[in-house]
Structures are given as C-alpha cells and as structure tokens.
C-alpha cells in the first residue's frame, strides 16, 4: 500500500521569502515522486521528478525537492517567491511501473502576498 | 508542444441526464486517465485505461463507465448524473520514462461539471 501525506493544506509566504511545502509518502516499493502544481483553472502541470536517482531534484521555474528516505519526505522548496507561484501544488507517489497506483496528496494551496 | 485535449471546459446537466465527457491526447501515449477532482480530497482516480477497448477501475468507478474505441480518445461517461457527481473532471495521458519505469502524466484542462 502506498500514500502521500501534504502536511499543510495551505501556506502563505511574502513575495521574495523562501517557500517550503511539506510532504511525506508511505510506500513498499521503491517509489517514485513527483509534484504537480496547478494554477487557478488549470490542469495540472509536472514540476519535477524522482526516479530513483539524485536525491536532490531541481525542477521549472526554480523550484527543488529532495528525497529523504530515512524521513519518508519529500519536501517542495524554493528559494524566493514569486507573485505568479501562487498555485496549488500535489505530491504524487507512484510503484514504478504500474499505470494506475498514482496516489495524489490533497493538495498546498500556496499563497503569495506583496 | 504535448497535449490533452478536454472538449469542455464547462458544463450544466440535470439529473439523469446522460453526459459525455471526451480527452483526446495527441502524444501517442498507451495509458489514459480520468480523475475526479474535489477540494479537500485531492484527485481521485475513476477508470483508466492501457490500450484501446482496454479498460480498468480505479478507485471511485460507480456511477462512470468509459470508451476507448481509439488510442487517442478516452470518453468518461454517467449514464444518469446526479448532484453527487457535481466536479472537476481530469483526463490525463501517461508517458512511462524510459528506464525508469515511472509514469509521467499530462494533464488537460479539466471540465467542470455541475449537475442540477
């Protein structure tokens, strides 16, 4: 059985200020990770990934996640806020190989304020 | 540039109504998705499917049936809507990274559906 757990359903951060967005996966299998974020409207659009390689992915638009075994985490961060970060962002932890074992975390809705 | 296409973005129904909703994605991609999308719960998968005429439940298959007559156009159906069915609506394709094993989906816009 897998799952995705993102710690905070809502983060508001001053434009220019770090963002962190938490998430922690339950899985039996070796897993793959990924964030998604989806602006007002949208359909989700992929952030970056982890398949097992780096531990430390970067992703678009500045953003980076690293992978911590030994805490079940992976984390969403990025250095600076920008206006047009705000978006809801989703951890997905997926079995490698199976189509259909894709869980979806609830979702971070990221704020930015000036 | 990759694409999923959702023919509506919007939609009003009653109930019972029978509704379609179609993807088309023109990546060539084996798998298609549909997910149901709903504040607080995140994306919840309904059906999927890895080939053509090939069809798998997800986790919240009542109430849906799909088609998938051709590799690029998956079609999520309710036979009878009801107001419990009032979402968002996802398709999504797959792509499987090679030697990885890890599905990368594309995502369409979503077709919001509001039943009365």
């Known amino acids: 059985a897998q799952s995705v757990t993102q710690l905070d359903s809502h983060v508001s951060v001053s434009e220019g200020t770090p963002v962190l967005l938490r998430c922690n996966y339950s899985s039996s299998y070796s897993p793959s990770l990924f964030w998604y974020v989806q602006h007002p409207n949208k359909g989700l659009q992929l952030l970056l990934k982890?398949?097992?390689?780096?531990?430390l992915v970067k992703g678009i638009n500045g953003f980076e996640a690293e992978f911590k075994k030994s805490e079940t985490s992976f984390h969403l961060t990025k250095p600076s806020a920008h206006m047009s970060d705000a978006a809801e962002y989703f951890c997905?932890?997926?079995?490698?190989?199976?189509?259909?074992?894709?869980?979806f975390g609830t979702g971070t809705r990221l704020q930015v304020t000036l | 540039d990759v694409k999923v296409t959702q023919s509506s973005r919007y939609l009003v129904k009653r109930t019972g109504e029978k509704v379609f909703l179609e993807c088309v994605q023109d990546?060539?991609?084996?798998?298609m998705f549909w997910y149901r999308q709903d504040p607080g719960l995140g994306l919840r998968l309904i059906y999927f499917?890895?080939?053509?005429?090939?069809?798998e439940k997800g986790d919240i298959p009542e109430g849906y049936s799909v088609s998938r007559e051709k590799k690029e156009r998956f079609s999520l159906i309710l036979e009878s809507a009801s107001t419990n069915q009032t979402s968002m609506y996802l398709c999504?394709?797959?792509?499987?990274?090679?030697?990885?094993?890890?599905?990368?989906?594309?995502f369409g816009a979503g077709s919001r559906l509001t039943v009365l």
């Open positions: 990546m060539d991609h084996e798998n």
């Open positions: 997905v932890v997926s079995i490698t190989g199976t189509a259909s074992k894709l869980t």
């Open positions: 499917s890895y080939d053509v005429k090939m069809k």
């Open positions: 982890y398949t097992s390689a780096a531990t």
């Open positions: 999504a394709s797959s792509l499987l990274l090679e030697g990885t094993g890890a599905n990368v989906l594309t």
